[in-house]
């Protein structure tokens, strides 16, 4: 049972529009779906005590604990404590969720059918880009194209889609998607999908992303380029550096793109500025958890004003919330994660860290993901195949 809701939850995450609000975190699909999986986990947890321990005391799960304890205090510090205890709960809630994917996943079938259960959530998803695309190009002023389409935004208004389907924007979209590429390798490189829907899924998922509009484009092409690295450079040295350094230059280059084209050409740099100078006005702790990191007013093309309370950048974000504390706690777990790349020795656990490490510090130049339920889902998976390998070899 425990298997089985985990592949159901992780299909579930490709569903992302809000359903409701509590304390001004959106409830979606995936947090419904992750309630009978949590109780499923705990039985789990009951009758296998030496696999709780054995989960509770792995690096990654520590490293998970230091970074909530570095958040325990922003209520206490915060200038709205109710918005900081509220959002404090649902850091609980996503911090949670590894352990309890790990739980849920006692051996490699569970395991297989987990990636599975994700990569065919993924399927669906790009099948309605089909939909999102043909709507497009039948009627891009039709009911269905606006319903799968975020419109430019802050960007030019012009002769493209900017898809966003089951999410609430183009961007948390094509970061799943960035974070679901090296998985799909991974599979297709472990026997778990067979070679020609892995292709099929590769090449559907950078359309996808294209047709999203967004900078973490650049993310998905540089966890590709790393993976044909690790994977390749030993047989095929030259190729392989060749493939890394071309993601990095996407990356830069990617930069520069999305600091210049919002409607205001320094939206973005203007939203980085007011980040930095919430850091400052408390830099150990931050200003709290759940305040607006900033508030930047700008019109877009066609007239309309917006305030953007959103960093726009995964490290101001944590910065202006929880200050140089909690920054520095969520760098020590990406360092937990990378340590994987040298222990893994698999595919999977190499794909799964290069996924993290890519959608945290790479796509988390242009866009704050910290609350990322596919972010936090698939570190579960990590652990879980951390777990399982450790156990193996013991």
Known sequence: MAPAAVALFLASLIVQRPIATVGGFGI????????????????????????????ASHPLVIAIAIYLAAMLFSPVVSSDRTASLHKLATQIYLLGLPVVVALALPDLLALRDAVRGWLGGTALLLALAVVGLAAWLADPSGGLHRALDNGPGSLAPGPYPRLMLSFANPNMMAHYLGLTAPLVLAARAIGWIGSGAAKLLVAMIFVT?????????????????????????????????TALIAALGVVVVMQVVASVVPAAPTVRVEAWRAAFESWRQAPLLGRGLGVDAVAVRFTTPDGVLHTLNDAHNQALSLLAQVGIAGLAAFGWL??????????????????????????????????????????????GLLLAASVRRESSTT
């Open 28 to 55: 979606i699909l995936p947090d419904l779906a992750a309630v009978p999986l949590a109780l499923l986990a705990v039985t789990a947890a009951v009758r296998e005590p030496a696999r709780l321990r054995k989960i």
């Open 209 to 241: 992303a294209l047709a999203a509009v967004s900078p973490q484009l650049a993310g998905l092409l540089f966890a590709m380029g790393w993976w044909f690295w690790l994977e390749r450079r030993r047989d095929r040295p030259f190729a392989a550096a």
């Open 334 to 379: 990406l360092w937990r994660i990378a340590a994987q790349l040298r222990d893994s020795g698999d595919p999977l656990g190499q794909a799964l860290a290069v996924a993290l490490i890519t959608g945290a510090a790479i796509q988390g130049l242009t866009g704050s993901f910290e609350d990322s339920r596919a972010w936090w889902a698939m570190l």
